[in-house]
Nanobody, 127 residues
Framework: EVQLVESGGGLVQAGGSLKLSCAAS????????IGWFRQTPGREREPVSC????????YYADSVKGRVTISSDSAKNTVYLQMNSLKPDDTAVYYC????????????????????WGKGTPVTVSS
């Protein structure tokens, strides 16, 4: 059974940091692209960052570039999202998704066409 379990969300003041984790199981982790996406009520889910476990390629949305770092630990089948200098606009439910992908990572991340999704972890940034 495929599982993606997010953790690490919470309440933080503007300017603070959070590190989200996405623990994966049930598929060949090293052959998949893993992405972080976020969604607020009334808005479509948007990409934050993705990583290709096959070649370590990464993608960052312009809105988070320079403030966010995605990383992957194949020994733990876990992808992390380190978020710094958080802003109130970063408030959302953060989801991780996975897909077997050998194309351009940016295409996958922007389109959000993941095969598997976690249930999300909420992040609230207070001003």
């Amino acid at each position: 059974e495929v599982q993606l379990v997010e953790s690490g969300g919470g309440l933080v003041q503007a300017g603070g940091s959070l590190k989200l984790s996405c623990a994966a199981s049930g598929f060949a982790f090293g052959r998949y692209a893993i992405g972080w996406f976020r969604q607020t009520p009334g808005r479509e889910r948007e990409p934050v960052s993705c990583i290709s476990n096959g070649d370590a390629t990464t993608y960052y949305a312009d809105s988070v570039k320079g403030r966010v770092t995605i990383s992957s630990d194949s020994a733990k089948n876990t992808v992390y999202l380190q978020m710094n200098s958080l802003k109130p606009d970063d408030t959302a439910v953060y989801y991780c998704g996975a897909r077997f992908w050998i194309g351009t990572l940016r295409t996958l991340c922007v389109n959000g066409g993941m095969d598997y999704w976690g249930k999300g972890t909420p992040v609230t940034v207070s001003s």
